[in-house]
């Protein structure tokens, strides 16, 4: 079976920072690969799908690169609103089950 | 305005049987291209990918999980119901619906999801 491995797990950041978060497949998922944000008692809200085209209306200080098995989740100068918590979801064809990252919380510094 | 909301019981007990629904607007579960999974969280984890129905009431499910799960829709009443046997407070958990858009693989609109928790 399948598994993301995010790192890191928790990362502490100040308002202005860029921050990297990378997501680790098990096994090549080519660049099937959508990045999610979610803030406490909601939904998790799409950010980036197929590793890095951004979806409409998520500001362009997100990225996303990578492929294969290897994948990053780059903000660019922090805001307060970025704080949340990330997760990495694969949805190749080549394996039958979606299947989330763990998660990584950005707190504040 | 694309919407789910999800609707059920938010305390059941163990060995019981769930069933959640998911009333979407804003679209149809007829049309061609749209599907809707169940997703749950639970409390502190990551989410995870219980059932989808595709638009040509085709189904899939976790492998894990494949043995109690039962999916469906009305599409006249615009409806997706989850069926999950033999609760256990490990069940415990947000259920979510979402939608995809035909066979993409990650979901763009959510539901606010619905606290279900497993105890006698």
């Known amino acids: 079976d399948i598994q993301l491995t995010q790192s890191p797990s928790t990362l502490s950041a100040s308002v202005g920072d860029r921050i990297t978060i990378t997501c680790r497949a098990s096994?090549?998922?080519?660049?099937?690969l959508a990045w999610y944000q979610q803030k406490p008692g909601k939904a998790p809200n799409l950010l980036i799908t197929?590793?890095?085209s951004l979806e409409s209306g998520v500001p362009s200080r997100f990225s996303g690169s990578g492929s294969g098995t290897e994948f990053t989740l780059t903000i660019n100068s922090l805001q307060p609103e970025d704080f949340a918590t990330y997760y990495c979801q694969q949805y190749s064809s080549s394996f039958p089950e979606y299947i989330f990252g763990q998660g990584t919380k950005l707190e504040i510094k | 305005q694309v919407t789910l909301k999800e609707s059920g019981p938010v305390l059941v007990k163990p060995t019981e049987t769930l069933t959640l629904t998911c009333n979407v607007s804003g679209f149809s579960l007829s049309n061609g291209q749209l599907g809707v999974s169940w997703i749950r969280q639970a409390p502190g984890k990551a989410p995870e990918w219980l059932a989808h129905i595709f638009s040509n009431d085709g189904k899939s499910f976790s492998k894990s999980l494949k043995s109690r799960l039962t999916i469906s829709k009305d599409t006249s009443k615009s409806q997706v119901v989850l069926i999950m046997t033999l609760m256990d407070p490990v069940d415990t958990a947000t259920y979510y619906c979402a939608r995809m858009f035909s066979t993409t693989g990650f979901w763009t609109h959510w539901g606010q999801g619905i606290l279900v928790t497993v105890s006698s």
């Open positions: 096994q090549s998922i080519s660049r099937w």
């Open positions: 197929k590793a890095s």
